[in-house]
């Protein structure tokens, strides 16, 4: 759909985009402006004069609509980690009573290690202490009671592909009065998301995956308009202040969304991010999601027919499928590293997933089949099967 919006590198196959996005042409060209234009010659005063300071809100409003969300309810920063600790905290002071955070098995490892990290830091051995349930993906509805504060889920699952029922699960936990919070970083710029509409509280994610905005880019936060002034952002800098440069003594939150900022944003990373955004200026995200819906069924038929030895591990309808498409073998290491030397680019999970990002902005059909090809080349002939390929390295 917008191939040449993407340096991509020749007979390369990138199926990684769920991981990684490729990088805007554009992105060289903002981020050298932004170094050698305004970093060079503005220096401190490019805060002001570049419109640093105000980057964060800029970005998040021309993020928004892909989310689904107004103007003024996004900002950027920091990382997606971070962001998920800001967004558990604010969660949970909005439900003093309540003591459960409950996510599931699906989710992604930090997203559950902020969760006890921070549990641990508010444990002072005498009170009631929070208590992080993690429970199957497919009965967190059963698990939602008075007990929980918070329901805290990535929508897509990074391993399998498979996607929640925002709108269903956020309903059912507002029955019981829990507060939801999503975690958007394989569905941001991969599929349409309904925030607005769907009424969850919090969401978060990042923009180095389907949004292409580069490796480090920083991560984005929504909070639901009604709550925003009242909303505690738990890690509470001096960006976020109502009035930073006042230098008060004392914290007092910025109104809104704007309160989510911490410290000072990643500029260069900024500009990079800015560029990936314009693919976006002409393209939309629905026709993204249905051309997406046809790479991966495309894909999922032609490894079935052509690969026996390989098993589907995402969900076969479509409808409960991310941007993604996952295979279990148990030699899958080695598979991906000799698809890599064939210049398909794939990547591994533990203990034995290959991983597929489909990603219609670069990919189309005849590259899904280019590599379904190499693919059944490496099973059929066992080329995945040498001592090189099953070195593995510090990133899988
Ligand atoms: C990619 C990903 C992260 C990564 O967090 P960082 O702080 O950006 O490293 C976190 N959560 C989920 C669900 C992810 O998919």
Redesign the pocket.
Known sequence: MKKDAFYLPQGMIYLDGN?LGPMPVNAASRVQHTVNDEWKNLLITGWNKAGWYHQPRVLGDRLAPLIGATEGTVVIGD????K?YQALAASLQMRPKRHVILSDTG??P??LYMAEGLIKSFDRGDSPTLELKVVEPESIADHLDESVAVMML?HVD?RTGRMHDMAELTRKAHDKGVVALW?L??SAGALPVHLTECKAEFAVG?T??YLNAGPGSP?FIYVRPDIADSAEPALSGWMGHSNPFAFDRHYQAAPAIERMRIGTPPVLQMAALDAALDVWDDVSIVDVRSKSIELTELFIDEVERRCPELTLHSPRDAAQRGSQVSFTFDEGYAVIQALIAEGVIGDFRAPDVLRFGFTPLYIDNDDVLKAATILEKIMANRSWDQPAYKQRSAVT
């Open positions: 991981s990382t997606l980690s971070i998920v989710n992604f930090t997203d990535t990074y975690d970083a394989h990042c180095y995956k991560a």
